[in-house]
């Protein structure tokens, strides 16, 4: 598969939109072209008429892994100047596509033993991974997709997702000295959380979060009997060590566990450049697929937003380097 046919190919696929929930259409279209390549394709049903997509020619000992979800909101593709846009450009639909395009540069000199498996959810709940471990093929090695500018990634942190709940008691906004609001304790408990001390690490550097959404109330004239936040760690090692502070917020809010993932240290090969990220992937729920290394062309910094991009360049030579790596785990 040349450049501008794997271009062709990343720009159709982000042209559907696969926001995390909605994936359907363009598994559809993924196991059809798929097919059409000649690979044995598995669809394997997660949660409703959502599936993960598993593809082989050979019994695989190396597997290309990454997920074909996308956070909202969609928009569609273009090239400009040499770049590829789109949401999906650089996380993960772009990587998808160089994925391919290296398993089938490997399988025409005669490289027969990669497969492929791209996972729905990825992006909210990791629904897809958690499905997939059910069903590992036995290969040696997995490398995992995630846009880290063309570097192997040394290890990533994990992440903590709680829900910070506040109740109050309602009543009309003209007394509010005779009620309690469920907000305020929010806002307090969230200024609060700017002074806990959280983790640090090595490698992975200091725990980090992000207060991703905040919801409360009914009307700007009623006093509000409940709020809540999501609260998105960062975490560099233990997610009890990040549990025990924020628990500390009570009694303001009620902590609930969401999601839990680890951090991970992984591995790499020689010649191939080298970084630790602050972000985190499936690769701790697919630990029944291989050794886990993780590496994709673009960056995370425009991952997640309206200027999402990848650089067509990078991605050509990502395809090769794809098939470096392989290569080195096949040795």
């Known amino acids: 598969m040349d450049t501008l046919t794997a271009l062709a190919f990343a720009r159709e696929l982000i042209d559907i939109d696969s926001t995390t929930g909605h994936e359907t259409a363009a598994g559809e279209w993924l196991a059809s072209r798929l097919r059409g390549l000649g690979y044995s394709v598995t669809r394997q049903p997660v949660a409703d008429d959502r599936f993960n997509l598993i593809a082989t020619i050979d019994p695989p000992d190396v597997v ?3 997920h074909y979800d996308c956070v909202p909101p969609f928009f569609p593709s273009r090239v400009d100047d040499g770049t590829l ?3 999906g450009a650089c996380d993960a639909k772009g990587i998808l596509a160089a994925q391919v395009a290296a398993a089938e540069r490997l399988r025409a000199d005669g490289h027969r033993h990669v497969g492929l498996l791209f996972v729905v959810g990825e992006e909210r709940g990791s629904e897809g991974a958690l499905a997939a471990n059910a069903a590992p093929l036995g290969s040696k090695f997995l490398v995992n997709g995630e846009p880290t500018g063309s570097r192997l990634a040394t290890g990533t942190r994990g992440i903590l997702r709680v ?3 506040a109740r109050g008691r309602a009543g009309h906004s003209s007394a509010p000295e005779h009620f309690e609001s469920a907000i305020e304790k929010l806002i307090d408990a969230l200024v609060r959380l700017r002074t806990l001390v959280l983790p640090s690490h090595p490698i992975f550097g200091a725990t980090s979060y992000s207060v991703g959404v905040i919801e409360g ?3 700007p004239n009623v006093v509000p009997a409940r709020a809540a936040a999501e609260v ?3 975490i560099v090692g233990d997610a009890g060590d990040v549990l025990v502070p924020v628990r500390s917020l009570a009694p303001q809010v009620e902590v609930e566990e969401i999601l839990r993932v680890p951090p991970v240290q ?3 090969i020689p010649g191939v450049a080298s970084a630790s990220f602050p972000f985190t992937t499936d690769i701790p729920l697919l ?3 291989g050794v886990p290394l993780l590496f994709g062309p673009g960056s995370f910094l425009v991952a997640h937003t309206d200027n999402e991009h990848l650089h067509v360049a990078e991605f050509e030579s990502s395809i090769g380097t794809y098939i470096q790596i392989i290569a080195a785990l096949s040795a």
């Open 64 to 66: 290309l892994s990454t």
């Open 266 to 268: 992984l591995h790499t």
């Open 232 to 234: 998105l760690f960062r």
């Open 163 to 165: 829900r910070l709940r």
């Open 85 to 87: 846009f789109g949401r």
């Open 287 to 289: 630990d029944r697929w």
């Open 217 to 219: 109330g009914v009307a």
